[in-house]
């Protein structure tokens, strides 16, 4: 079964700086393409970013590109979103998936959520 819990989410003033990983139990994050997908309240879940198994190429929305950086750490099992210069429009939860494909980052594409985690961006 697979299973991952996102951590690393809180409060941060806009400008600021947040890393969120996301680690698994019960597999190797290293087989599969991981992307993160956010929910901000009265929206639909969007992706944000996805890493693939084997080349590890990149993808994100136009909204966070040259802010925010998807990466592994093979080590620990995990892979992380460094978010920098943040903005209120980034408040949302935070989700992790693994996935069959990057894709465009579609929902349907995602074998495995984790619980989430809250980014808050408020002065």
């Known amino acids: 079964q697979l299973q991952l819990v996102e951590s690393g989410g809180g409060l941060v003033q806009p400008g600021g700086s947040l890393r969120l990983s996301c680690a698994a139990s019960?597999?190797?994050?290293?087989?599969?393409?991981i992307g993160w997908f956010r929910q901000a309240p009265g929206k639909e879940r969007e992706g944000v970013s996805c890493i693939s198994s084997r080349t590890g190429t990149t993808i994100y929305v136009d909204s966070v590109k040259g802010r925010f950086t998807i990466s592994r750490d093979n080590a620990k099992n995990a892979v992380n979103l460094q978010m920098n210069s943040l903005k209120p429009d980034d408040t949302a939860v935070y989700y992790c998936?693994?996935?069959?494909?990057?894709?465009?980052?579609?929902?349907?594409?995602?074998?495995?959520w984790g619980k989430g985690t809250l980014v808050t961006v408020s002065s």
């Open positions: 998936a693994a996935m069959a494909s990057c894709g465009s980052m579609q929902s349907r594409l995602v074998r495995a």
């Open positions: 019960g597999f190797t994050l290293d087989y599969y393409h």
